[in-house]
């Protein structure tokens, strides 16, 4: 407005100190809003830090977990990981499983070197022959 203005027919003063608390107010806002979603991306990696965390303990321990067509599979975590969705799932030998899934833990009987079978509890030596 102060473009368009005439010398002849200056701005209301009134009317130039209210426009200015206008733009004030609509940048105050612009500006809350800009950390308003940075904090809720900071929730969010803070979720998946201690979604991480949760699932880091589980590291080594023996799972029992609700399969996605019905049953249950049971064995040893071997990793955990971030997939493309942002969710922390947990990898059981062959198998990947979300934390939800999960319906017991315990500390493996003989934690040597056996990996038993994500679905069957059977270890990958028993398929072995001995000679």
């Known amino acids: 407005q102060l473009r368009n203005q005439t010398p002849l027919e200056p701005v209301d003063n009134d009317s130039f100190m209210q426009q200015m608390a ?3 107010s609509m940048e105050e806002q612009k ?3 800009s950390n308003m979603l940075q904090l809720l991306n900071f929730q969010g990696v803070l979720a998946r830090l201690q979604s991480l965390s949760e699932g880091s303990t589980m590291l080594g ?3 029992t977990y609700a399969l996605d067509g019905g049953g249950e599979g049971k064995g040893i975590v071997d ?3 971030v997939n493309e969705q942002g969710e922390v799932r947990l990898r059981i030998g062959e198998s990947e499983i979300g934390m939800n899934q999960i319906t017991g833990i315990s500390t493996p009987a003989d934690p ?3 990996t038993p079978s994500s679905t069957t509890g059977k270890t990958a030596d028993s ?3 001995t000679s």
Do not use: A, C, M, P
Request: proline share 0%; hydrophobic share 20%; aromatic share 12%.
């Open 22 to 24: 206008t733009y004030s």
């Open 31 to 33: 500006q809350l809003n």
């Open 61 to 63: 321990k023996e799972v």
């Open 79 to 81: 990793s955990i990981f």
């Open 112 to 114: 040597g070197n056996k």
């Open 127 to 129: 398929d072995k022959q």
